[in-house]
């Protein structure tokens, strides 16, 4: 990647999902929605669209707009839309939390300010959707073909998501109320199955790759984890959307699309056990290393579905089964590579550009693993604990253990900083002739 444009709000991107991450965690510590209240309420929507809106999608923005050009090696279709597309995510989302504050009764009525801020997350994906498709689209192999499927799913997701927002205002009619009272867990499968998890993997893939010297993974084996994730995906939302307009059960639908999301999942452990077997680079970096923790929570996830419903225990637990795969698998991985991508675009950004006229650090030079890894262990520790306090029945263990969770997030966040500000980099080496220190919040042009 030297030589590669780095995306100026990459940055950016990351520090506000963080920012939101924080947001998450205090509502959860403070026994704001589910488990305290029900899952179905308008604190259990707040608390789930920080966490999906503002803290992993904010943050695979910001990263899909470092990598995908890197995919397709074509750059950024346009790197001006990134911040416009930051500034609406940011207004949409607020406007749509305080819409469910007010239907929760916490502010007063402005039940419009839900219509405002789905049109406003429309404008915002929108621009991301466009950005980030019209690059793929370009070199549509590999990982790509994941960003383009996980992109679509993005579409889906907003579009249901939109029709919810007109619809707990009152201006969507017996359309919008029949679509929200069945349509729940399509958005949810469309959003944390398609545009997080299948985006997730399609990164990986070539995250873990670069970082371990190992051969890409071959584009038919990955083009059948993408075929059956992609079938699972639009098996659930299109066939549930059919079930819906046809006043049927999902249940069957739902069912069809477990299997393939579990048989997807399994061929993505398949393709990354064969890209750490063959890996040249035999010490794994502490990012790697905890990457492992996050494909064990995924294959927790698995399991934990397989068994609730093997029970038929599924609905009454829901609430473990996704904490478990947005803390446990989709968080811990985002949190691991974060570290890992916030190094190596500093030092791309800060060194890149003297590389052979000037002595320079490693990127591994920039961060403090020893220092770090407490801050990771414990963090997976205190997410497992959380899913087995919600198995248990037990809200206050489950605070105890998002107090722990916020804890280690502090501490990572804080290596994250140091990172940025070449605080671990031996000072004979921080900044050589011709080398500025890296900004904060956005990278340099």
Not at 418 to 439: K, M, N, Q
């Amino acid at each position: 990647m030297i030589g590669t444009n780095i995306s100026r709000w990459t940055m950016t991107y990351f520090a506000a999902a963080l920012a939101w991450l924080f947001v998450a965690l205090g509502l959860l510590v403070a026994g704001v929605g589910y488990p305290a209240g029900d899952i179905a309420s308008p604190d259990t929507l707040v608390l789930v669209h920080v966490i999906c809106v503002g803290w992993l999608s904010l943050a695979m923005c910001g990263a899909l707009f470092q990598f995908v050009p890197v995919l397709v090696a074509k750059p950024l279709f346009s790197d001006k839309w990134a911040l416009p597309a930051l500034a609406l995510l940011t207004v949409g989302l607020l406007s749509l939390l305080g819409g469910f504050l007010c239907l929760g009764g916490r502010l007063p009525p402005a039940l419009w300010l839900l219509p405002l801020g789905a049109i406003v997350l429309v404008a915002g994906f929108g621009l991301v959707v466009l950005d980030l498709g019209l690059t793929a689209w370009l070199r549509p192999t590999g990982p790509a073909r994941f960003v383009l499927v996980g992109l679509a799913s993005l579409c889906a997701t907003i579009a249901f998501g939109a029709i919810f927002a007109f619809a707990l205002a009152g201006w969507a009619g017996s359309v919008g109320g029949v679509v929200l009272a069945s349509g729940i867990p399509l958005h949810a499968v469309a959003g944390l199955g398609g545009w997080l998890t299948l985006t997730a993997m399609g990164v990986s893939y070539r995250l873990l790759a670069m970082f371990m010297l190992a051969p890409d993974v071959d584009d038919r084996q990955s083009g059948v984890t993408l075929a059956v994730g992609a079938l699972a995906v639009a098996f659930a939302v299109a066939g549930g959307a059919l079930a819906v307009g046809l006043a049927a059960g999902l249940q069957i639908v739902l069912s069809i699309a477990a299997v393939l999301g579990i048989a997807s999942a399994a061929l993505y452990g398949r393709d990354v056990a064969g890209i750490f077997s063959n890996r040249k680079r035999r010490h794994l970096e502490l990012n790697m290393r905890m990457a492992t923790l996050s494909f064990a929570s995924l294959a927790g996830v698995a399991l934990l579905g397989i068994a609730l419903v093997a029970f038929d225990a599924f609905l009454a637990n829901v609430g473990a089964f996704a904490f478990l795969a947005i803390f446990g698998w989709l968080s811990g991985l985002v949190l691991a590579k974060l570290y890992k991508i916030v190094a190596f675009l500093t030092w791309l950004e800060t060194y890149g550009p003297v590389m052979g006229r000037a002595p320079t650090p490693r990127v591994q030079d920039l961060v403090a693993e020893d220092r770090a890894t407490k801050w990771f262990v414990i963090y997976y520790a205190a997410v497992w604990a959380g899913t087995a306090a919600l198995l248990g029945g037990e809200p206050a263990a489950l605070r105890v253990a998002a107090a722990a969770m916020t804890v280690c997030v502090a501490g990572i966040v804080h290596e994250i900083v140091r990172i940025r500000r070449l605080a671990d980099v031996a000072r004979p080496l921080r900044l050589p002739v011709g080398v500025v220190a890296p900004h904060l919040l956005f990278a340099r042009k």
